[in-house]
């Protein structure tokens, strides 16, 4: 396309309405613009209250809502870590669907944190909805009526380990009464390479309570196939 064609495509005469077909040419000038959904994460997520001291918003936060997101179009996800601009190299993870990388969460590269003036470590989410695959419409789940069981739980796994393989392997050993299992803590200072990741392990039955014993073995099942596949040690201490 020459600049002259260019030029009338995108500067129509503006003391009437453009015709349809200058119209077209204007949106054919126009690269595809993809959807996108994102966010960014300043300040503290709570307060300091007589619970405990107040907590900023930090890469984990992040992470859960680009979750949020793909989990709300109905798709399954897997996460890896990511050295993608503008965020911190190695706090920030990609999350890949069917093979193609959808989102992006983590921490700010300090270097643009400071360009635009946000706080020290404020954290982003990016969701490229456009690369989304279509998926059936989400049908919701019955709202449970019976209390929950909530369990924590600390590994230690080797430095290369990720979260995401720790969360794959717990869930495949907690069984099919696992609500919900959430990463809340990485502790990286254990040495001999070692990391200790927490978690917090939901467990709900819709017809009855659980028993004490009952959620204890589906924890010990899910530390043991974290143990079996990664190595996986529970943190005692």
Aim: aromatic share 6%; charged share 20%.
């Amino acid at each position: 396309r020459s600049s002259q064609k260019l030029e009338a495509a995108i500067s129509p005469d503006l003391a009437k309405r453009p015709d349809q077909k200058i119209i077209e040419k204007i949106f054919a000038s126009v690269p595809n613009q993809g959807y996108h959904v994102a966010g960014l994460l300043v300040g503290n997520v709570e307060n300091e209250n007589w619970q405990g001291k107040a907590r900023s918003y930090n890469w984990q936060d992040a992470i859960a809502l680009a979750q949020d997101v793909v989990s709300l179009c109905n798709l399954e996800w897997t996460i890896a870590r990511s050295d993608l601009a503008p965020w911190h190299p190695g706090r920030c993870a990609e999350l890949i669907v069917n093979g193609t990388v959808v989102a992006h969460a983590g921490e700010l590269h300090p270097r643009v944190v400071a360009a635009y003036g946000l706080p020290e470590r404020s954290v982003a989410f990016a969701v490229a909805l456009s690369a989304l695959p279509e998926s059936s419409l989400v049908n919701p789940t019955t709202v449970g009526t019976m209390p929950a069981a909530v369990q924590d739980v600390a590994l230690i796994v080797d430095a290369r380990v990720s979260a995401a393989e720790v969360t794959t392997a717990l869930r495949e050993g907690a069984g099919d009464l696992l609500e919900s299992i959430t990463l809340f803590d990485r502790y990286d200072k254990i040495g001999d390479g070692k990391v200790s990741l927490a978690f917090t392990l939901v467990f709900r039955a819709a017809d009855r309570t659980l028993t004490g014993e009952e959620v204890s073995a589906m924890r010990e099942a899910a530390t043991a196939v974290a143990g079996k596949k990664l190595g996986a040690v529970v943190r005692t201490a």
